[in-house]
C-alpha cells in the first residue's frame, strides 16, 4: 500500500519567494503532521491537524508559516518571503487517529527546501 | 519547556559489541517513541512506550521506559554494520498532539 508521500521531493528558491509544501498521507488517516528538520537536528513540530482542523500549531516558527488541510486528507504547507533560515528538510508524518492508542506516526520522505 | 536529550550523540562501535542509548526528558510524556533514520531518508518508528516499566524488543534492540526517572533507553546486543543509522527518541503529548524529538544518536558499526 502506498505511504506518505511528499512533493516535491526538493525545492530550490530564492529569498523572498513564496513556496507551498504538499503532502498526501496514507488514506483514512486521520491526524496529520508537519516537521522542520534542520542538519544534525531532530525534527521540529510544527502543526498537527486532527481531520480538517489545526488542533496545535505552537509550532509554526511565526506568521510567515501557515498550513491547511481543507479536505481532510491531503495538506499543504505554505511559507511566505522565504528566508535563508527556512532552509531544511520539511516532513510529514500521517497516523491512524492522534491521541489514541499507540498511534504509531508514519514518516514521509520529505521535501528538502533550499532558500538562497 | 519540554527538552528531550539523547547521549551520546555519536557512537561508534565494534561488530559483536553491546551497548546503550540513553534517552531523558524534562516533563511528563503519555508515550515515547524510538525511530531510525538512515542518511537521507525519513524516518522510521521502532517502538513505542507506553507505561512505566515497558520493555520492546525487536532482533538486537531492546527499548525501556521508566517514566518515574524520565529515562528511556534502547539497548543493542552484538552490533551488525546494518544497524549503521541516526536513532532518535521522541516524546509525545497527547493533548496537543505534539511530539518532541532529541538530536539524535547517530551510530557507526565498525566490522
Known amino acids: 500500500g502506498a505511504g506518505v508521500s511528499q512533493t516535491p521531493s526538493n525545492k530550490v528558491t530564492e529569498k523572498g519567494k513564496y513556496v507551498e509544501l504538499r503532502c498526501d498521507p496514507i488514506?483514512?488517516?486521520?491526524?496529520l503532521y508537519w516537521y522542520r528538520q534542520s542538519l544534525g537536528q531532530g525534527p521540529e513540530f510544527l502543526i498537527y491537524f486532527q481531520g480538517t482542523g489545526a488542533a496545535d500549531d505552537s509550532g509554526l516558527p511565526n506568521d510567515r508559516f501557515f498550513a491547511v488541510r481543507p479536505e481532510g486528507s491531503v495538506s499543504t504547507l505554505k511559507i511566505q518571503r522565504t528566508e535563508r533560515g527556512d532552509s531544511a528538510v520539511y516532513l510529514c508524518?500521517?497516523?491512524?487517529?492522534?491521541?489514541?492508542?499507540?498511534?504509531?506516526?508514519?514518516f514521509g520522505p520529505g521535501t528538502r527546501l533550499t532558500v538562497l | 519547556e519540554l527538552k528531550v536529550e539523547q547521549n551520546p550523540l555519536f557512537l561508534s562501535m565494534q561488530e559483536g559489541k553491546n551497548y546503550t542509548i540513553y534517552c531523558n526528558y524534562s516533563?511528563?510524556?503519555?508515550?515515547l517513541y524510538w525511530y531510525r533514520q538512515d542518511p537521507g531518508k525519513s524516518l522510521e518508528s521502532l517502538f513505542v512506550?507506553?507505561?512505566?516499566?515497558a520493555v520492546k524488543q525487536e532482533g538486537r534492540l531492546m527499548a525501556s521506559l521508566d517514566t518515574k526517572a524520565r529515562l528511556s533507553t534502547l539497548h543493542i546486543t552484538a552490533a551488525v554494520h546494518d544497524l549503521s543509522a541516526t536513532y532518535f527518541c521522541?516524546?509525545?503529548?497527547?493533548?496537543?498532539?505534539?511530539?518532541?524529538f532529541g538530536d539524535g544518536t547517530t551510530l557507526t558499526v565498525k566490522p
Open positions: 508524518a500521517s497516523s491512524p487517529d492522534g491521541g489514541a492508542g499507540t498511534d504509531t506516526q508514519y
Open positions: 521522541a516524546t509525545y503529548t497527547r493533548s496537543a498532539g505534539k511530539s518532541t
Open positions: 488514506s483514512g488517516h486521520t491526524a
Open positions: 512506550l507506553l507505561s512505566n516499566g
Open positions: 516533563t511528563t510524556s503519555d508515550r
